[in-house]
């Protein structure tokens, strides 16, 4: 007896992408048992009136907002959600007090993801839920920025190795090849304005990029509960400093954020990109990184779906869902 087929090849990266096959036309199902479905929507114009109806998000909801560019511009919401089983088989993290269980999950998320988009649509009317082959064509650029073209396959299953295996991702100590073509990743910890991300998206408008925003939920409790543990060395003895310090840190809508350009550049100007980037963003006085020993867990954690990726403390509270779209 031979163990041989069974043994995980941890250099193909269809190991490590948790796609799964789509059980409904718009539903993910993940190889962990997770769901995710997209939302695709047009540019966001602010308006200070209507506001997206709030959701009381937990832990185990997840929530990737991105900007795919290459020849134009396209907007997507991914929603994930993955179900936390008590030793009943109840399943505790629905957003409402509802009975789910194992056997109706799939059922449960589908209408949750339903009301998650109507609630979008009062401010996004033209938004709507990717089904299959567009679904497909997003999953496929968040992996190789446009390079390779997916045909819808005969059953949408095995997703993982699909949608990768014509696509050729080296990682090396500090970088990431693309089909011999070089990630940069640019993080902005400081959460700027969408005056300075203008900006920023205009220094890279002639090479493809994603520019993602991801939330890993906590409800309202959870969250307090992980500031106290994170703050608990803050201003020994100063309690009347420490609560100024912490004011308003919690909002309605918390979790750990990440906030990145992801940028496909070939490797004779990524050094040269790299030093009018940093030039450029020095003049913007704001705070930021350029990627290298944390490049890989930052590039993993903004594929839709990989939340045990890139999971940095301290957590982000924002007033309303509005403020994460991107314009």
């Given at each position: 007896?031979?163990?041989?087929?069974?043994?995980?090849?941890?250099?193909?990266?269809?190991?490590?992408?948790?796609?799964?096959?789509?059980?409904?036309?718009?539903?993910?199902?993940?190889?962990?048992?997770?769901?995710?479905?997209?939302?695709?929507?047009?540019?966001?114009?602010?308006?200070?009136?209507?506001?997206?109806?709030?959701?009381?998000y937990k832990r185990g909801w997840c929530i990737w907002i991105e900007k795919q560019h290459k020849d134009d511009n396209s907007y997507f919401i991914t929603i994930c959600w993955n179900p936390f089983y008590s030793n009943t088989g109840k399943i505790s993290n629905?957003?409402?007090?509802?009975?789910?269980?194992?056997?109706?999950?799939?059922?449960?998320?589908?209408?949750?993801?339903?009301?998650?988009?109507?609630?979008?649509?009062?401010?996004?009317?033209?938004?709507?839920?990717?089904?299959?082959?567009?679904?497909?064509?997003?999953?496929?650029?968040?992996?190789?920025?446009?390079?390779?073209?997916?045909?819808?396959?005969?059953?949408?299953?095995?997703?993982?190795?699909?949608?990768?295996?014509?696509?050729?991702?080296?990682?090396?100590?500090?970088?990431?090849?693309?089909?011999?073509?070089?990630?940069?990743?640019?993080?902005?910890?400081?959460?700027?304005?969408?005056?300075?991300?203008?900006?920023?998206?205009?220094?890279?408008?002639?090479?493809?990029?994603?520019?993602?925003?991801?939330?890993?939920?906590?409800?309202?409790?959870?969250?307090?509960?992980?500031?106290?543990?994170?703050?608990?060395?803050?201003?020994?003895?100063?309690?009347?400093?420490?609560?100024?310090?912490?004011?308003?840190?919690?909002?309605?809508?918390?979790?750990?954020?990440?906030?990145?350009?992801?940028?496909?550049?070939?490797?004779?100007?990524?050094?040269?990109?790299?030093?009018?980037?940093?030039?450029?963003?020095?003049?913007?006085?704001?705070?930021?990184?350029?990627?290298?020993?944390?490049?890989?867990?930052?590039?993993w954690g903004s594929i839709p779906g990989i939340f045990r990726a890139n999971i940095v403390p301290p957590l982000t509270g924002f007033k309303f869902l509005d403020e994460l779209?991107?314009?």
């Amino acid at each position: 007896m031979s163990l041989n087929e069974y043994k995980i090849d941890d250099t193909a990266v269809a190991e490590w992408i948790p796609w799964g096959g789509l059980f409904l036309p718009h539903v993910m199902r993940q190889k962990d048992g997770s769901y995710f479905s997209v939302i695709k929507y047009k540019a966001y114009v602010i308006d200070p009136i209507k506001k997206i109806t709030q959701v009381d998000y937990k832990r185990g909801w997840c929530i990737w907002i991105e900007k795919q560019h290459k020849d134009d511009n396209s907007y997507f919401i991914t929603i994930c959600w993955n179900p936390f089983y008590s030793n009943t088989g109840k399943i505790s993290n629905t957003l409402m007090p509802e009975k789910v269980t194992q056997t109706n999950e799939l059922t449960y998320f589908n209408d949750a993801i339903k009301k998650i988009k109507e609630n979008i649509s009062s401010i996004l009317p033209d938004c709507y839920l990717l089904e299959r082959q567009e679904l497909l064509d997003f999953l496929s650029f968040t992996l190789s920025f446009g390079i390779n073209k997916v045909a819808a396959p005969y059953i949408y299953l095995y997703l993982d190795i699909y949608l990768s295996e014509n696509i050729k991702i080296n990682f090396g100590d500090n970088n990431i090849l693309i089909n011999d073509k070089t990630v940069m990743i640019l993080s902005l910890p400081g959460c700027p304005n969408q005056t300075v991300i203008d900006k920023i998206s205009r220094l890279f408008k002639n090479t493809p990029y994603r520019y993602v925003k991801r939330l890993l939920m906590l409800d309202q409790k959870e969250a307090e509960i992980d500031y106290k543990k994170y703050t608990k060395g803050w201003c020994d003895n100063r309690s009347v400093i420490k609560s100024m310090v912490m004011a308003d840190l919690i909002s309605d809508i918390n979790g750990y954020y990440s906030e990145n350009f992801l940028i496909l550049l070939n490797k004779d100007i990524y050094y040269q990109i790299q030093k009018n980037c940093r030039e450029f963003l020095a003049d913007l006085k704001i705070p930021y990184i350029l990627e290298s020993y944390n490049l890989k867990d930052i590039w993993w954690g903004s594929i839709p779906g990989i939340f045990r990726a890139n999971i940095v403390p301290p957590l982000t509270g924002f007033k309303f869902l509005d403020e994460l779209l991107i314009s």
